[in-house]
C-alpha cells in the first residue's frame, strides 16, 4: 500500500521529514499554524535554511502540499506525523503543550470528517510517558475514538542532527519506533523503508520505551562528548600529549567507537544542552540518581568557562578578538548554547572589542547576542585589526581566510578543532592548538 503523508509542524526538523517523503515519491501535505510560513512554502520558498531543502523543495513539485488546514491533511492522507516544538521548562521537562494542541486538531478533524481509520505518529521529543499520558488522551477525546479503534499511535523520534537533516533522515543509524499495535509500527516501518538509504538497526516497542530511547541516545552521546574534552583538557596540562592521537587509538575499540569522539568545544545547539536536562529531571522524577547527567552538564560548563579563560590568557586588555563561527555546529545558522556565542558574550562582558562572523546566522541573531559585539560580514572583515582569532568551527571558508590572513603585526589564532595547518599560516601568527600539551621546545610557536 502506499501511504499518503501529511506532517504538522513545518519547522526545521518537520519541513525535511515532509520533503523527505515527498521526494521519496509519496504524496506528502504539510501542516503548520503559521500561515506567513506556509505562504512562503506554498511559493515554492523555503524559510528554513538547511542543507538540501530549497533544493527538495523546487525538484518535488505538486508531490508536496503546504497547508494551514489540518482537516485538509487528515481528509487526503493516511498517515499524520506530529513534528512541532517542545521547548523545555524551568524543570527541564519539554513542553507538550504544542503536540497536544495538534493532537487534538487532528483528533477533531477525524472526527469530522469520519475516515474509518487513521494512524498518529508522533516525532517530537517528549518527557517519557506524555504519549500514552496526554496525547493519546488528546486524540480520543476530540475524536470520540479509543486507541486502535479508528486510530492508532506510533512514536518515531528523530535521530538527526541541524545541518544534515535531509541527509540524516535518509541515512539513519537506528530507527526506533514504539507502537500501539504491531501493525501500525509495520507501517512507520515500511514509510521509514521508503525513504532510506542506509540499512538502520529498526528497533520496535512500546512507545514509552521509545521515548526513554530518544532522551537516553542525546544523553549518551553528551556524556561522550564530556570525555573526550576531559581528555583534550588533561592533554593541554602534559606536555607532549595530543587528544586526536588518543581519541583515534581507544575510538578504535569498539566498545568505545571513534564517532562524536573528539576533544574540542563545549556541546551547544537546540538538542544536546536541554536533552541533558531532561534526562536528568526524569531520573529525579522517577526518584533515581541524576548525578551522572549532572555531572555531564557541570563539565560542559566548565568548559565554556575554560575557552573564555584561554581566549582572555592570549587577549590581554585592549586586544581585538574575532570569532570565527557561532553556530553550535558547522552548516547550521543556529546559534542557541553555542561556543562561539558563548565566549563572544564572555569575552565582551571582560571589556575585549569582539567581532563575530558567521557564514549562516543571520545578521540581526548575531547583533542580538550582546550590546558591543561588532558583526563582519565576512571572515577578513573580521579579522582586521584583530590581534587574537578563534575558529570555533572547521568550515572551510573559515580555515581558508585564516590561512590567507595576513595581520601585518603579531597574532595569536586559537584553534579550537586543530583543523589549521599550523606550517602554511603567516609567519606573524602564533597557533595555539587546543587539546595538546606543548613541550618546552615547541613553546615558541606554541604546537603549531
Ligand atoms: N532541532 C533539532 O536538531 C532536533 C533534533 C531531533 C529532534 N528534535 C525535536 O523535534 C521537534 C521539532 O523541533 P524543531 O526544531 O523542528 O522545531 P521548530 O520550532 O523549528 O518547528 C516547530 C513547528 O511547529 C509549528 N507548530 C506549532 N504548533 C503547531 C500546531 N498546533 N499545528 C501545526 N504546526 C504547529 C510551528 O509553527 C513550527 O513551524 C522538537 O520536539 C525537537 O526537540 C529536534
Sequence with gaps: ????????????????????FAKAGLRTVGVDVRPEHVAELQRGRSPIVEP?????????????????????????TDVTFILTGTPSDASGRFSSRDVEAAAREAGRAL??????????????????????????PAIEETSG????????????????????????????????????SPEAGQRVAALHARIVQSRPA????????????????????????????????????????????????IGADR??????????????????????????AVCEEHGEDSSLMGAVAASNEWQHARLAATALSLAGPGARVAVLGLAFKGGTPVIEAS?????????????????????????????????????ARTAEEAMAGASVVVVTLTEPEYLKAVDAWRPGAPATVLDCWRALDGRTLDGLIT??????????????????
Design 1 to 20: 500500500m502506499t501511504e499518503r503523508v501529511s506532517v504538522v509542524g513545518l519547522g526545521k526538523l518537520g519541513l525535511g521529514l515532509a520533503l523527505s
Design 145 to 180: 475514538r479509543r486507541l486502535n479503534r479508528g486510530f492508532a499511535v506510533c512514536y518515531d523520534p528523530d535521530f538527526v542532527a541541524l545541518g544534515s537533516v535531509m541527509h540524516d533522515f535518509a541515512n539513519p543509524e537506528v530507527v526506533v519506533i514504539g507502537e500501539s
Design 431 to 448: 597557533r595555539v592548538a587546543m587539546g595538546r600539551g606543548v613541550k618546552p621546545a615547541d613553546s615558541g610557536a606554541m604546537a603549531a
Design 255 to 280: 566498545r568505545i567507537s571513534p564517532h562524536y569522539f573528539k576533544g574540542g568545544l563545549p556541546f551547544g545547539g537546540t538538542c544536546f544542552p536541554r536533552d541533558t536536562h531532561a534526562f536528568r
Design 339 to 375: 561556543a562561539g556565542a558563548r565566549l563572544a558574550q564572555a569575552l565582551v562582558q571582560a571589556g575585549r572589542a569582539v567581532t563575530v562572523y558567521d557564514r549562516l546566522a543571520p545578521i540581526e541573531t548575531q547583533q542580538a547576542l550582546a550590546d558591543g559585539v561588532h558583526v
Design 111 to 136: 472526527r469530522q470528517i469520519g475516515k474509518a481509520h487513521h494512524l498518529f505518529v508522533i516525532s517530537s521529543t517528549l518527557t517519557p510517558g506524555t504519549t500514552e499520558r496526554r496525547v493519546i
Design 202 to 249: 529498526m528497533s520496535r516497542m512500546s512507545i514509552v520505551s521509545a521515548e526513554v530511547a530518544k532522551v537516553s541516545l542525546n544523553a549518551f552521546i553528551t556524556l561522550k562528548i564530556a570525555f573526550a574534552n576531559t581528555v583534550g583538557n588533561l592533554c593541554e596540562a602534559i606536555p607532549g600529549a595530543d587528544v586526536d592521537q588518543i581519541t583515534r587509538a
Design 52 to 76: 538540501g531543502y530549497q533544493e527538495t523543495l523546487s525538484a518535488v513539485g505538486a508531490s508536496f502540499t503546504a497547508t494551514t488546514d489540518m482537516e485538509d491533511a487528515i481528509r487526503e
